[in-house]
């Protein structure tokens, strides 16, 4: 079967994907929604929590973007709503880490520089295609950060801890690269 055409550029490697896969290491975690939270972390210390109706009270903005994975598909124009990272980074005040760790429900990781999931970059996802967000895509929030490979859109996500050095989460320290931008095509250590 040939692949189609994409309708536009995308990075180098990649091949356009129309459908949408699922990956994940591991199952998908069950998540307990009277339980469920979102937490802002600076050391061992709390700093802001949501549970989900707090969540679902914060303004939502509706974004399409193309999806980039490091296995080299990549996914145009998805349509997702959800609450940008500066909404939830702005209830903290002042933040003077420049990374960042995000936790899943599951264990999962992924680090980032403070700089990507700030500035209109990054939002906490709650719908897919009008939808309330399937839990093999992450249900019921996920991160959203289109402007990295996708490994760094954690699903099932539960907190992200502020940090001042940067450390390694679960695919960056078997390997892949700290940042992981598509189109300078840093895919793994030394890319
Ligand atoms: N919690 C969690 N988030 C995750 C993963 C994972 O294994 N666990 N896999 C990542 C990888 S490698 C990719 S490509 C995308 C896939 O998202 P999708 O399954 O919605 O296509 O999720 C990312 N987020
Ligand atoms: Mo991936």
Redesign the pocket.
């Known amino acids: 079967m040939r692949r189609p055409e994409p309708p536009r550029e995308i990075p180098p490697g990649q091949y356009y994907e129309t459908g949408?896969?699922?990956?994940?290491?591991?199952p998908t975690p069950r998540v307990d929604m009277s339980n469920w939270s979102f937490e802002i972390i600076r050391g061992n210390t709390p700093l802001a929590a949501w549970s989900w109706d707090q969540i679902m009270a914060l303004p939502q903005e509706e974004i399409t973007v193309d999806l980039h994975?490091?296995?080299k598909w990549s996914k145009l124009d998805s349509e997702w709503k959800g609450v940008s990272f500066d909404t939830l980074i702005a209830a903290v005040g002042d933040v003077t880490e420049e990374y960042v760790m995000i936790s899943?429900y599951?264990g999962?990781t992924?680090n980032l520089p403070l700089d990507d999931v700030t500035g209109g970059k990054a939002w906490l996802a709650l719908e897919f295609e009008g939808e309330p967000l399937e839990p093999?895509?992450?249900g019921p929030a996920?991160l959203l950060i289109p402007h990295l490979?996708?490994?760094k859109?954690?699903?099932?996500?539960n907190s992200i801890k502020l940090m001042d050095e940067d450390a390694p989460g679960?695919?960056e320290a078997s390997g892949y690269h700290m940042r992981g931008d598509p189109w300078r095509e840093e895919r793994y250590w030394g890319d």
């Not at 859109?153 to 996500?157: N, P």
């Open positions: 949408f896969p699922t990956l994940t290491a591991g994975c490091v296995t899943s599951g999962y992924t093999n895509h992450g996920r490979y996708l490994w859109s954690a699903k099932w996500v679960f695919w």
